[in-house]
Nanobody, 124 residues
């Protein structure tokens, strides 16, 4: 049974930082591309970042480029999202997801497994 468990969310002031983690089990982690998405209340689930199986290639959404960084540790079956210079528009539930495809997908349907999400709230 595949499980993706996010952690590290919380309440932070504007300008602050958080580091999200997503621990994976039940799959061969190094065989999956890993992505982060976020969903604000009443909005669609949006792409944030994706990292290739080996970690050598990353893609970040324009809205977070230069502020957020995705990384992974295949020895720990964990993917991370370092979030700096947070602003209230970053408030959302953040989800990690795993994709069998080699493509660095930006669409929800590109991913096979999802975590339950972790809430990030940025106060002004």
């Amino acid at each position: 049974q595949v499980q993706l468990v996010e952690s590290g969310g919380g309440l932070v002031q504007a300008g602050g930082s958080l580091r999200l983690s997503c621990a994976a089990s039940g799959l061969t982690f190094s065989s999956y591309g890993m992505g982060w998405f976020r969903q604000a209340p009443g909005k669609d689930r949006d792409f944030v970042a994706v990292i290739s199986r080996g970690g050598g290639t990353t893609v970040h959404a324009d809205s977070v480029k230069g502020r957020f960084t995705i990384s992974r540790d295949n020895t720990k079956n964990t993917v991370y999202l370092q979030m700096n210079s947070l602003n209230p528009e970053d408030t959302a539930v953040y989800y990690c997801a795993a994709a069998r495809s080699k493509l660095l997908g930006r669409r929800v349907r590109d991913y096979d497994y999802w975590g339950q999400g972790t809430q990030v709230t940025v106060s002004s």
